[in-house]
């Protein structure tokens, strides 16, 4: 085979590898910033429980029906919970 036409072919290869790589990382980062907004949307309409100020009431019981998915997650988040700081630094890479 031509070497130039190898070369091409390792270097299409290369560049599709690091792309799949690089949208990966991309897909697991929002993934994990969604989990985090989940759960600060459902502190900001719950905050009561913890001591956050919360909006009025007949607004968090209108969005009640709509937040039983994450109601359960934050259950078995805080169940489950031993650093939080930890499991968010982890998701970001941060050292």
Not at 73 to 93: H, I, K, M
């Amino acid at each position: 085979m031509n070497p130039l036409k190898r070369t091409f072919q390792f270097l299409k290869s290369f560049s599709d590898t690091m792309d799949t790589a690089h949208r990966n990382r991309a897909v697991g980062l929002t993934e994990c910033e969604v989990r985090e907004l989940e759960n600060m949307f459902v502190l900001l309409l719950m905050g009561s429980f913890t001591g956050v100020p919360a909006p009025p009431s007949f607004i968090s019981a209108e969005l009640l029906p709509y937040l039983e998915h994450e109601i359960k997650v934050v259950n078995r988040r805080s169940e489950g919970a031993s650093d939080a700081l930890a499991e968010l630094s982890g998701c970001f890479d941060v050292t």
